[in-house]
């Protein structure tokens, strides 16, 4: 049976990862290898500090107040916990994209370049070219290539999301991290975000952090979950998604897949 | 007697508020009234002639303009550092603490200790004489403060999600100061300093020794020796030394173009911290 531990190009790799935040524990040992250019979700209860983890691959984690990082993350077989290594230049290829969409007060063209055109790696002759490109992948372009001067706000919840994801996708990242990209959506724009995330898969390496077991299924080729034990966060097991989803092994997944079944059959009758 | 408690309450509020609104119509009616007549064309564009009696206050109006500008560039880039200083750089909180508490120091200094240090290191010690730009230094000295809290408070209210997004982004700290913290805190600084030049505009005793003379001077040419004439020195000397009626109105006119001075700077506050509000929420 493959095991996400064993496989053979890993881009990303917590090795004993802990994380506390003053005395509280949040992330204890951590051991998980991201496969370079697969999607690898990341299921769990709320609380169980999916967020946190996947905040410590690009160290957004060291702007939480009092937190602390023990073990370490690879990236490239490299540690980026060293002192030596630039957290900014980091971040350049490991982006981010959060629950709630952070668009700048700026117009949806200015939001697409806001990294690119500050770091100063690409010229600008070519930022129109990069902004089209990535709004292309974030399936966000043909809505809004004859406004690209608007405000970004003018547009809704849904394509400032996908316009986000674009803003992301312009710096070419190795790794993007999506933090339940869909949570604050409607399934209209769930689909458009999934259809973009589609796009992507195999061309970059995603990890998703998703509350819908559905999503996962559809996009998923890894699933890690992550639950609490003793109330800190631990990896309960980690499988290829179809394998884990059919047929899980420990008692926490097999709970929370429980729990997720009953609020899904129960939210589209509430809906209705 | 819950009920009496109450009544009591609020007829205290209403006579507090009632005061507050009196002494500043009072104060305003009677400059108004008895400034009016002494304003002219003539008045508002010729300079001062015979001691006060006769002319006008145009290079008075100049002199303080020129001084509320010189301590707004002073001041503006000394409180966007010290502002970044406080909000971005300073990890410490101790060391915070200890900033923001000599910001309120240098907040509560009255402004004849402005005056006398400008005299004894400028005038006297750096040989400058009377000179706008020590007037201006230390009128941008005094609203430093005002200036510094207003776009520090404006700063801290930046929602953190727009500083992690641009962290995300692999951005310098100082790629961030210039792209999200002071774009979103302009209106901070213009507040501040629109509502600092406004008691900035109306000070005598910091400029009375180092800035000032009463009659004389036109637009400076250079920094040392070139006094200016100012609003508020003009207003006190008359009200000093002035016996002729003539005099005397000219003092009423120059308080009302001093005092419609102050109004236009705290009333363009309003509209344009609504406008700059307005323009982070959809722009």
């Not at chain 1, 996400?4 to 524990?25: D, F, K, W, Y």
């Not at chain 1, 690209?148 to 996708?169: F, W, Y």
């Not at chain 1, 061309?203 to 952090?209: V, Y």
């Not at chain 2, 060391?95 to 005056?115: A, D, H, M, Q, T």
């Amino acid at each position: 049976m493959p095991d996400l531990n064993t496989c053979m190009t890993p881009i990303l790799q917590t090795h004993q990862l802990s994380v506390a935040a003053g005395e509280r524990q949040i992330l204890r040992d951590i051991n998980l290898c991201i496969p370079t250019k697969q999607l690898t979700a990341i299921i769990g209860p709320s609380g169980a500090g999916k967020s946190t983890l996947i905040k410590c691959f690009n160290r957004l984690v060291e702007y939480v107040p009092s937190i602390r990082v023990n073990g370490d993350v690879l990236f490239h077989g490299q540690s980026i916990y060293k002192p030596s290594v630039n957290a900014d230049q980091l971040r350049e290829k490991i982006g981010i994209i959060f629950q709630q969409p952070v668009v700048f007060p700026k117009s949806i063209l200015q939001n697409v370049i806001f990294g690119v055109s500050r770091l100063g790696h690409i010229p600008k002759k070519q930022w129109h070219e990069v902004a089209e490109q990535a709004l292309t992948d974030a399936a966000l372009w043909t809505e809004v290539k004859d406004r690209l001067h608007e405000p970004a706000l003018c547009l809704s919840v849904g394509q400032q999301q996908r316009l986000c994801i674009a803003r992301t996708l312009a710096q070419c990242p190795e790794v993007i991290l999506l933090d339940e990209p869909t949570s604050a959506l409607d399934p209209k724009s769930t689909e458009a975000i999934e259809h973009a995330i589609e796009n992507l898969k195999g061309r970059k390496t995603i990890i998703l952090i998703t509350h819908n077991l559905g999503q996962a299924r559809r996009l998923a080729d890894w699933v890690a979950c992550i639950s609490t034990r003793h109330g800190v966060g631990e990896l309960v097991e980690c499988d290829l998604c179809e394998a884990l989803l059919t047929k899980p092994k420990s008692a926490e997944v097999i709970e929370f897949i429980k729990s997720r079944r009953r609020e899904e059959q129960i939210s589209p009758m509430m809906a209705s | 007697m819950r009920n009496i408690m109450n009544i009591l309450f609020t007829s205290f509020t209403a006579f507090a508020a009632l005061v507050g609104c009196g002494v500043f119509i009072a104060i305003f009616t009677v400059i108004f009234y008895r400034g009016l007549p002494a304003i002219s064309f003539e008045f508002l564009t010729d300079q001062i002639r015979v001691a006060g009696a006769s002319g006008g206050i145009i290079y008075n109006l100049i002199g303080t303009l020129i001084l509320l500008v010189s301590a707004l560039l002073v001041s503006a880039p000394l409180a966007i550092g010290i502002a970044l200083m406080q909000t971005v750089f300073l990890n410490n909180g101790a060391l915070k603490k200890r900033l923001e508490l000599l910001l309120y120091i240098l907040n509560g200094v009255p402004s004849i200790l402005f005056g006398i240090f400008g005299f004894i290191v400028f005038v006297k010690y750096l040989g400058l004489g009377k000179s706008w730009l020590t007037g201006g230094f230390l009128l941008g000295m005094m609203i430093l403060p005002t200036v510094t809290i207003a776009l520090i408070e404006r700063i801290r209210s930046i929602p953190k999600k727009y500083l992690e997004a641009a962290t995300g982004l692999g951005l310098r700290k100082s790629q961030i100061i210039f792209s999200v913290i002071l774009p979103q805190s302009m209106s901070g600084l213009t507040t501040g300093s629109l509502l600092g030049l406004a008691r900035a505009a109306g000070e005598t005793a910091p400029i009375m020794y180092t800035a000032t003379i009463f009659a004389g001077a036109t637009i400076p040419t250079g920094i040392k020796e070139s006094p200016v004439l100012a609003l508020p020195y003009h207003i006190f000397v008359l009200a000093q030394d002035a016996f002729a009626p003539a005099a005397i109105q000219n003092l009423w006119g120059a308080a009302l173009v001093l005092i419609l001075l102050v109004f236009m700077l705290s009333i363009f506050v309003l509209p344009l911290r609504l406008k700059i509000h307005e323009e982070a929420h959809h722009a």
